[in-house]
């Protein structure tokens, strides 16, 4: 039974994530955007969908929705000041205003209850199944939003607003010359993608039912980059297939520290350099990662 709790965990979580690596490939593998503070969408989605279910008593349907249009304004709010920025200070901005976000929860105790965070955040459906089968309950609900979310995305991305979104990343010139606003539609890409990411957040922080500011490090941008580099940039399958190799690999390797008798932390350290060298070996080898884009041809 054990064994079969710990896969319905780890398939959750790769679903959960799956969302995130969604939201950074509609970023980085369709609009060229490089998003060095994409856990800012994973907090703000986690508390924002944590104070209203739990602090303010609103419906959990209510609280996840609200996490994610929380969370879109704020990629849009990100956005607006540095749309006109190149790649390079487009990252630095980003990766500024996640470690903003993070000082503010750890600071506003008021807000986001500081360390100690925010606990006995209610569940989805929980009062209407048993202990030992709500996972699986939780586990559905996860696996059927992404399956919703991969349509939408689908759709959204075949649609001329995605051609339009490539033509930022491939060439943003070349997109100016066609009369198209890059900066407008760089806004619209970042609201989208935190809509997206919020909706993970607010899953994540009603499945394990605890969140501090110690759940949302900058280490987590580092394994959402992992998965979409080594699944496949511009593939919204290859986003889904590189989150559950590192989900899997990130949580397995956990359980070697123990035999081998080497120590929780170095343990740690270890395995995040082994995906860094995952993340170097197929930016090197294959950086269209594992499964490649689809590009259209037209007549």
Not at 128 to 140: E, I, K, R
Not at 206 to 222: A, K, L
Not at 260 to 280: D, H, K, N, T, Y
């Amino acid at each position: 039974m054990e064994l079969v709790n710990f896969f319905i965990y780890l398939l959750t979580m790769m679903g959960i994530y799956s969302l995130f690596a969604l939201s950074l490939n509609l970023q980085l593998g369709y609009t060229g955007l490089i998003n060095f503070g994409q856990v800012m969408f994973f907090i703000v989605g986690a508390y924002a969908s944590g104070v209203l279910t739990t602090w303010l008593g609103m419906p959990i349907v209510v609280g996840i929705v609200a996490a994610m249009l929380i969370a879109g304004v704020v990629g849009m709010l990100v956005s607006l000041p540095t749309r006109s920025l190149t790649a390079d200070y487009w990252a630095i901005s980003t990766l500024v205003a996640a470690e903003t976000v993070r000082i503010i929860a750890i600071n506003e105790e008021w807000l986001t209850g500081g360390t100690f965070g925010i606990m006995n955040i209610p569940q989805p459906l929980r009062a209407l199944f048993l202990p030992a089968a709500y996972p699986a309950v939780f586990l559905s609900i996860t696996l059927a939003l992404v399956a919703l979310v991969y349509i939408l995305i689908h759709f959204i991305t075949d649609s001329p607003f995605g051609r339009e979104l490539r033509c930022i990343r491939d060439d943003e010139d070349l997109c100016l010359s066609m009369g198209k606003n890059t900066r407008k539609l760089k806004v619209q890409a970042m609201f989208l993608a935190g809509m997206v990411a919020g909706l993970g957040g607010a899953l994540f922080a009603h499945y394990v039912t605890f969140i501090s500011p110690q759940n949302f490090r900058p280490i987590e941008t580092f394994l959402m980059f992992a998965m979409v580099v080594i699944g496949g940039l511009g593939n919204h399958r290859g986003a889904i297939l590189g989150a559950i190799i590192i989900e899997t690999f990130n949580v397995s390797t956990r359980f070697i520290g123990g035999p081998l008798e080497i120590s929780s932390a170095f343990m740690g350290s270890l395995r995040m350099a082994l995906i860094g060298v995952l993340i170097i070996a197929f930016l090197r080898f294959r950086p269209e990662g594992i499964l490649r884009e689809r590009k259209k041809l037209y007549d």
